[in-house]
């Protein structure tokens, strides 16, 4: 690596397989984007026009009538339900998040109450608008949605993510149906989903995505969807949108982002991703008490991770211990970041879509090295579990030190 920036801010050089993670940096921006936003940084335009052509980008792109872009997904769910409770009235468009004699009821599904590093329903709230569960956590029926809808239900919102749970909920098919029987809107966040059309061609009113996902944008979000509640949204900006702004370089990025989407070679990143999978499976299931397999992503998009399955017995170290290790190196060892929501229950995963090239060679060495280190020691390394959250809280809480 020639020339790294993160040397200059003493950053350490992290090896990121954990996913497009905002506490990372989300995802490489690749060099079309980089350009636009370069080429537009030095000037001035009129960002109603700019935003004309990133609605005409997103409708191309996704399938829709219209679109925008926002400040990041999070932001697009606060201003979309906001959109389905004002309309284009700007009245009461600066009224909110005041919210009295409106309805500002949302029905989502209590299974898909998740948080993507902030809860979901405090982005609903943030609106001024009411959360209503539906079903319990792992069960949910479409009568029971049916009976949650009332006079007072401005919207239907419907999350996918690998956060949500996987079983035993109301698939987007009947939430659309019946939530259009009782002449609610759906906004479904598809922040992470590599599929632009498919949410819309199913019959959502509203689609948002994140610009700096899959996509390889500047941080924003994408508003997909009907032009009225698209124009209502938008419209959020003269309000509660204003403090989730985005700027000229994340309206452009989030266009060129789309432009690079369409022509990006989609098969030969799969390939590649394909060849580092192997590489890792090969390499780890030469290490004791290490088991790789791969694994479909959850929410079907058209990639594979390494699930890595410890033995704490035969590896002598934990799932969780050996995550820890791989991102606190010794010595001048690159820190290396797996994807571990998992990691209690003895496995985490290796995402294989936000590498530099080589980065997958560091990564096998890095297991091999620190299997190596737990064989040697005396002890299995194996921390309680439950102390290790209270561990990262604490040294969240240090910052800035
Ligand atoms: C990442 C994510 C978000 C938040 O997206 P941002 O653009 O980072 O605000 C919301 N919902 C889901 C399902 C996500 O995965």
Known sequence: MALDIRSRFSLRPVINVSGTMTSLGASIVGPQVIETVAGVLPQFVEIDDLQRRASAAIAAACGSESGYVTASCS???????????????????????????????V????GHLVNYG?????????????????????EAHGYQLASAINERTTA??????????????????????VAHGKGVPVIVDAASEYDLRHFIAAGADIVLYSAHKFLGGLTAGIVAGRKALVRAAYFQN??????????????AGAIAALEAWRTRDHAAVRERERGYLQLWRDT??????????LD????????ERLRVSVDPKLAHISAWDLVDALARPRGDARPVIAR?????????????????????????DRFVEEIGHAQRASEPIVTPFHQRDARRQAARLRWPD
């Not at 003269?238 to 309206?251: F, P």
């Not at 571990?340 to 560091?362: M, R, S, T, V, W």
Request: contains cysteine; proline residues 7%.
């Open 107 to 110: 029905v989502v599904q209590t």
């Open 340 to 364: 571990d929501h998992e990691a209690e229950l003895n496995y985490f995963f290796l995402d294989p879509c936000n590498l530099h090239p080589g980065e997958e060679q560091i990564v096998a």
């Open 75 to 105: 932001a697009a769910i606060t201003l979309s339900i906001a959109a389905t409770m004002t309309g284009d009235d700007p009245g009461l468009i600066e009224r909110l998040p005041d919210t009295a004699g409106l309805a500002n009821e």
């Open 118 to 138: 902030a809860p979901i329903d405090q982005a609903i709230r943030l609106a001024g608008a009411r959360v209503v569960p539906v079903g319990a956590a792992t």
């Open 238 to 251: 003269g309000g509660i949108g204003r403090g989730m702004k985005v700027g000229k370089e994340g309206i």
């Open 284 to 293: 780890l299931n030469g290490l004791p008490g290490l088991t790789a397999t």
């Open 296 to 303: 479909a992503d959850p929410t079907g998009n058209p990639l």
């Open 156 to 177: 239907a919102l419907f999350v996918v993510s690998h956060h949500t749970v996987g079983y035993g909920l109301i698939h987007l098919e009947e939430f659309i149906a």
